[in-house]
């Protein structure tokens, strides 16, 4: 290109400011240098910003399973409560209580329900204890029945009735076995 | 093109990057380094590949030109958000005060840097390329991103328009701008 009167003007000009500019112009490295060490900088706060990323993840995680433990430990007594219902029936009467359990059955319990560690009872541990308690289901029912009370038993009851239910025994004296006899007046 | 290469391209042309940043920030030193530094990141990270379609120089000023765009509009940004802190206060003081600093001893060089602040932002870049950094009216446009008449449009009116402003200046300080047209130019 060639240059007229007023661009070779300019282009002086130009030139002089580049002189300038020239003399004042940062070296190269340290330009390139900083721009690098921010690379640097950059890399490593993204190490940093994944490396608390997965730390928060982990908190999280471990929160929410620390919940979860707690949610099913408050469970385990209710399935305990259901499951343990017979106990309740020790009160009952033996014959009540004696109802047809094999022995394995309640040695599994025992395990089941002396286990100190809520966490160790599994889904099956817990499907065991279910099924328990639907077998203890008619036990209980039979228990409730035979410990029913009429609320007007009490009207029934009379000052001669413990000579009307009882019985001569054979290991009785005689004295005794002649409050039995007819025509006799105690 | 690996990074050993790249630094050594950059380097090879780091003062005219340099004089081109500054062009492209107005002459602001601190934001010329800034955006330069962020264009030597944006390479070496491999952010801004070099595909070879142009020549190494004019890929780079076209990527140091998009730099300091974007980055004039984000400050443009956070001047508008927030108010302006202290330190940027006094960094803006010291950036215009360099400038200053730096061109006392020239008062022609300041007048022609302030004539050219005056021109519009295609014209003075254009006009910077061919001057300045000698590249050629098509390489002006393909930094630009321009075709080449538009190129041409507006060196021509740049040239016009510094002229004018230049003339005005002289005159202001009793100097005659001699106009010496060659209709046969460019």
Known sequence: ?186 | MEIAELRDELEKHHTASFGWALSCCRRDRIEAEEVLQTVYLKILEGKARFGGEATFRTWLFAVIRKTAAGEHRNRLLRKLKFAVSPEQVRQTGSAEEEPANALERSETRLRFQHALGRLPRRQREVLHLVFYEDLTLREAGEVMGVSIGSARQHYERGKKRLRKYLGQTETDYGVNWKRTENPRAV
């Open chain 1, 1 to 186: 290109m060639e240059l007229t009167g007023n661009e070779q003007r300019i282009h002086a000009l130009f030139s002089e400011l580049k002189l300038a500019d020239k003399r004042s112009t940062p070296g190269f490295a340290a330009m390139c240098n900083p721009a690098q060490s921010r690379t640097a900088t950059r890399r490593h706060s993204f190490t940093f910003s994944l490396a608390a990323t997965t730390a928060a993840a982990v908190l999280v995680v471990a929160i929410f399973s620390l919940w979860l433990w707690s949610a099913r430990r408050q469970q385990t007594p209710a399935i305990r409560n259901v499951a343990g219902a017979p106990a309740a029936t020790k009160d009952l009467p033996s014959q009540a209580v004696n109802q047809p359990q094999s022995k394995e059955t309640v040695v599994r319990e025992q395990h089941i329900y002396a286990n100190p560690k809520p966490r160790s009872l599994s889904v099956a541990a817990r499907r065991q204890a279910a099924m328990l308690a639907s077998r203890r289901a008619p036990v209980r029912d039979a228990a409730a029945i035979f410990g029913w009370q009429s609320p007007t038993i009490a009207l029934l009851r009379s000052p001669g009735d413990e000579v009307l239910t009882s019985l001569p025994q054979i290991n009785e004296t005689v004295d005794e076995l002649k409050s039995f006899l007819p025509g006799r007046i105690n």
